[in-house]
């Protein structure tokens, strides 16, 4: 923003004229006279141009020193006029004095109110300025007043007291601004002018006293009040003069030593009167009283602004014993603060870093453990057991989550008493925990391990139940590794590996295991397109009754042929997309496929279509409706669906998850579709699933068929054995993995209807069934 120097301009050249006033006069009293009213109406004209463009009239104070201005020029002009042209004429002497008694008063009134606009307690404010007032007073009086008007007329005695006492009442607003009201420039300015006019009225009393006209001193000093006046109205820092000017915090310096010297002006004053005045007639006894009067004064406005000062500083004594109150019970309250902090940190870090139901360390501790016992270059790398509880799920899903709590908490208790101290002992989550073994062998490793696996197997007792847990453990000992991750990975290798094994064993990591891995990993990212891809493709091979060698039903095998690569063995990526999931948007396309090709061989020769389904598949809920809508869709009837589950699956599932299987399968056949129970006679609880299984056929699993000979009497009874019983159980029999004609008579012999095996066909495509189906010796069902 532009800021404006007219002022100063202003202030240099009226500053000239000002001081070569007093030349101009003593040269020529007339060129003189017009001098200086012209320098006065100048001042006059910049003080209305800096009330405009400050907009100095809207504020009370202004307005009333610009009209003490203008009449200070009307009293200068009378002054001048009853000096030099008017003398004889008693009229203009009365509205000169008038005029003066007003001018002055105005001023006084605007100083006022401008001072008590700058802010402060008022009351002090007002003290400081009457003890200024009567402090100056004193000298004043006794030196300049007393002896100019010793002899006056009755009206010039009047009019020099009037102005004498309002010159002192400005002297004290002026001194009590300056001490209150900061450094602003146009304040400064300001109050220089009516210092000037102290100075101007003091110059005439002197120039009075001594019987001579009014000397440079007091008309360069009368001027200098309308130049320093106009310069406080043009400068630029009035544009912020509407703000409240706030007061120092604490008295100044100068104010102290301000009443320090006007205590000592009494009896300065006292000392040097009869010195400097003399001991003549004009200086009387009783001229003493003025100052007696004003120094007692002055003693009582000081001792009045002592007992303020006191009751401020005892206020502010108070103030600051309730702060540092407040401050004590603020640091008491910090400190408790800061020490429930400090606990609730401890907590966290200790929360961060274990595992809130067992206590043991966490992963990010663990993994800690791994890179410190890596990070020694020196050292053997560091043994990591990873274990995964058999069962536990099994547990929890039927006793509960606090049944599941306690247990883990138990196993933990039992894993605590193995660890040696310079052991981590870790839970990851769920039911896997781990141990880091800094430096330890394989062979220490695997024996810990073992130790393990044989405390874990022992019963728990929670809640009044005896419960039962394996535990399977993956071992990774003496192999380099370049860090945590790296460990935790092949650890997992080895755990997956023992799970894979048989569950409750140990299995040691070998680099042979990544190789493994990565090709799981490659396969299962196949899968997750092999649908879309059209990789996935179905053969199917024959059911046939050994008797009149006719097909009665087909059996939907799944194959998989990776685009540019070579087929994948089904007992290789079934398990995959088992683990996975993908087996449950696999199995839906199988069903949806093997309806559509079975619905012409269904119509045509009346034959059904047997499909495998997983455990995962009759666990979803929406499974049934799903199996139902394909056969509506195709046109299928129920009865031409055969749905093919294994003894090994169900072995698989927990009894929760059994019962749901059950229930699905309940519900399919209840609507016509047959259930056949796979692989029947590998496992130790095939005879119970009979009793409890919504079940139409038995396959006799091949392990059975590769051993029947004519030789064989033992595994020859134990086929004639299930044949009889599945009979008893009005079930249909079909024996697996038929090759020999031996193997078909001596089934025959015992009464088996149905067979499969490469003796009649090996699984073929779609197209194949049909030509199977039209041609010798094959006879269909129909």
Partial sequence: MRKPYGWLAYLLVGGLLTLASPLITAASPALGVVALVLLQVVSMAAILLGARRHKLFRQRHWRLIIIAAACSLVESMLFWGVGWLWLKIPLFFVLYQVTTVVAYGLALAGLTLLGLRTGGQRWAGLLDGAIITVGVSMPFWTFLVAPALDGSSGSEFVLALTTFTIDLLMLGMV??????????????????????????????????????????????????????IGC?????????????????????????????ALALLSPLVSSLAPLLLGADERHRPYDNVPVIVMTVALAALLVLRLSIVARVAEARAVALDDQAGQLIAQTAKLTVSLHRQELLQRRLAHRASRDPLTGLANRSVLTEAVQSALADPGARPPALLLLDLDGFKDVNDTFGHPVGDELLTQVARRLREIADPGHTLARLGGDEFAMVLPGA????????????LHSLQAPYHVGGRELHLTTSIGVLAGIPVSDSSEALRDADMALYAAKNAGKNRLAVFDPGLRDTRLEHARLSTGLRHAVAQRELTLNYQPVVGLTGGEITAVEALLRWTPTGGKPVRPDIFIPIAEETGLIVPIGLWVLEQACADARRWHERHGISVTVNVSGRQLRDESFSDAALAILRRHDLPEQALVLEITESMLLATTPAETRRIIDVLTELREQGVRIALDDFGTGYSSLSYLRTLPVDILKID???TSALTEADSRTRAFTKAIVELATSLSLHTVVEGVETSEQAALLQQMGCPLAQGYLFSPPVPAPRVDELLDTAPWRNAA
């Fill in 175 to 228: 001194a009590r601004m300056v001490f209150d009201s900061g450094r602003a420039p146009w304040l400064m300015l300001l109050s220089a002018s009516f210092g000037a006019v102290l100075v101007g009225d003091a110059g005439h009393l002197i120039d009075q006293a001594a019987g001579r006209p009014d000397g440079p001193l007091a008309l360069t000093a009368w001027l200098g009040w309308a130049l320093l």
């Fill in 702 to 704: 091949r392990s059975f």
């Fill in 441 to 452: 062998d394989q062979i220490t490793a695997t024996a810990v391990a073992q130790q393990i």
């Fill in 232 to 260: 406080a109205a043009l400068h630029p820092s009035l544009e912020n003069n509407t703000r409240e000017v706030q007061p120092p915090a604490v008295s100044s310096r100068a104010r102290v030593t301000t009443f320090l």
